[in-house]
T-cell receptor
Framework: DQQVKQNSPSLSVQEGRISILNCDYT??????FLWYKKYPAEGPTFLIS?????DKNEDGRFTVFLNKSAKHLSLHIVPSQPGDSAVYFC????????????FGTGTRLQVTL | GAGVSQSPSNKVTEKGKDVELRCDPI?????LYWYRQSLGQGLEFLIY????????KSGLPSDRFSAERTGGSVSTLTIQRTQQEDSAVYLC????????????FGDGTRLSIL
């Protein structure tokens, strides 16, 4: 039972344009959501998070939107840069603690010149 | 080093053998996490430590898996009588406390069971 789903395994975007990565979840107990970025042969690195009490969180070029009624979140990267090319994982936890995260299967973003 | 360090980076072993995977967390971090990523899958939670104790072992797939942490620092994940389905990348992360998300994972141990 995949409780966190990233239905797009890959995405290609031109440099300078917006990248939108999507994530859906099924567990209504999830109340804290995170995005991680992973380069090949490296471990994931935390990127941005959002609590369920918010519907938007912004950090520089990265913005995460949360739609609780739809159980959907998205990561927007504006403008996209070649260094953003990586695999992006969506993750969620319950109880407002990040001690146990449930991850999606990831979306590979390719930013082209 | 400043980051989470894992060893070995790669491990190939025969089915039925025992393996030990090591994780050195960031100095001063009290929380330590083990996850694994099987081919084509997301990261799967295994266990986390708060200090030397493991409040949540619910992610360990079977009793062949065990983990310990000593001195509030290094952790070892042991898999006994390995099976082919144990093949995965095993990732470790740490954070100052369990309420904080892991900032950085180690580069992982790629375990291959022949």
């Amino acid at each position: 039972d995949q409780q966190v789903k990233q239905n797009s395994p890959s995405l290609s975007v031109q440099e300078g344009r917006i990248s939108i990565l999507n994530c859906d979840y099924t567990n209504s107990m999830f109340d804290y959501f995170l995005w991680y970025k992973k380069y090949p042969a490296e471990g994931p690195t935390f990127l941005i998070s959002i609590s369920s009490i918010k519907d938007k969180n912004e950090d520089g070029r990265f913005t995460v939107f949360l739609n609780k009624s739809a159980k959907h979140l998205s990561l927007h990267i504006v403008p996209s840069q070649p260094g953003d090319s990586a695999v992006y994982f969506c993750a969620a936890s319950a109880g407002d603690t990040a001690s146990k995260l449930t991850f999606g299967t990831g979306t590979r973003l390719q930013v082209t010149l | 080093g400043a980051g989470v360090s894992q060893s070995p980076s790669n491990k190939v072993t025969e089915k039925g053998k025992d393996v030990e995977l090591r994780c050195d967390p960031i100095s001063g971090h009290t929380a330590l996490y083990w996850y694994r990523q099987s081919l084509g899958q997301g990261l799967e939670f295994l266990i986390y430590f708060q200090g030397n104790s493991a409040p949540d072992k619910s992610g360990l797939p079977s009793d062949r898996f065990s983990a310990e942490r000593t001195g509030g620092s290094v952790s070892t994940l042991t898999i006994q009588r390995t099976q082919q389905e144990d093949s995965a990348v095993y990732l470790c992360a740490s954070s100052l406390w369990t309420g904080e998300q892991p900032q950085h994972f180690g580069d992982g141990t790629r375990l291959s069971i022949l």
